[in-house]
DNA sequence: ATTATAGGCTAATCCAAATTAGCCGTCAAG
DNA sequence: CTTGACGGCTAATTTGGATTAGCCTATAAT
């Protein structure tokens, strides 16, 4: 990694630690191992860090974005994969969401950073609220929609019930970013969850029947 | 309001917006009407300010979970009061506890603020945790206990039927603090949510009749 | 070989913001 | 009526931290 990204990486664990306010440009020197006026051959000033670590974001966020449009495009395929999705299946799809969200780094250290300064700005509010809970929303709602469609699981509402399953996942990732050493009771709680919530919205063979009956009847 | 306690509310106010380190000394003063140095005759420092703000709201908080332990202590006649809840009690109950949190000008101030601090010092991590996680859930726990308990909702597990019903209340509430312009969204999700809660766990006539039969096979 | 550029350093410089010094008016207690 | 504490002000002072100036070396391109 080059001094420049190098510089972007300890300027993000910074901010994400202290905020952009309480970080010295002499501290994301001394961690690249440089001195302070050296940073300036490489950025114009720490603003122009604080700039250029949102724009790496966006970035990544518009190739992961990219990614998933393929996904959505393949949506047919995608609701084959989970036509038959199990309990242990959706604990799996809530888990791998939670400790992608909780683990990887980079998401780790940059929502750490906009928690921080999300009040500083409205466009960094709006970038929180995009990328940790309306996208994660519309994306497990897409899918959600699928298993509805495809009689796993039933619903009169499909975002409310997609609400129920992401917030507490999301209540649990901000308690692990204050929190960490509560991971383990958080991953207790999310599994917990997952069940309560599958045998909350599974239809099962009863309620199948029962709606048979209902249709006999009309 | 004497003007060492409207230090503490100006200072709560900038502190909330912009995070203690990019709050100006003179900025305070300013809103106060005084000037800075004029500050220094009520608080050693910039740092005491924050500190007595921490301090009276341990103070206020205190007085408030003395209040909730008498409803606890009292949890015979708060029964009562549930024993019929209607569903659209139930959806009272959530918004005021939404609203409350959402509108009251301390409770707000002072949550955006710790928002913002958390990650400074894991004591206020802990405050956070505690007054806008732990607490209500513990609280509203209490309270599904005794719905339960009384057979107007039904569930295996309690609390994760109360992260039910405040973790999307929760997801809500930050989402208002960050673009305040969706509260009125907000409003309807938490409505439809509650709604959707309350089908889920209450304890229907038909499965009340159910369980009877069940009794009487074994 | 020469030169330009990139990227590092030390030693200023600059500046904003916290804090201190020291003065003054008011008012309540003696 | 006078004195001392309270709380305000203006004018320093201090300081920490961002930024600039100017120099040096290595390396890559001509």
Known sequence: ???RQRILDEALTLFSEKGYANVFVADIANRVGIKAPS???HYKNKQAIFDAIIAEMNKRFLEQAGALQINGADAAADADIYKTISEEQLIDLGRNLFLYF???DYTRRFRKMLTIEQF???SLAKIYQKQYVD???SY???LFGMLVASGILQTENVEIMT???YAPIYMLLVMCDREPEREQEAMKTLEDHIRQFNSLYRRDEKTIRKNRNKHKEQ
Do not use: E, R, V
Request: glycine share 4%.
């Open 1 to 3: 990694m080059d001094t």
């Open 39 to 41: 940073l300036y051959k």
């Open 102 to 104: 909780l683990h990887d």
């Open 120 to 122: 500083h700005d409205a």
């Open 135 to 137: 996208d994660p929303l």
């Open 140 to 142: 497990q709602g897409m």
């Open 163 to 165: 609400i129920h399953f």
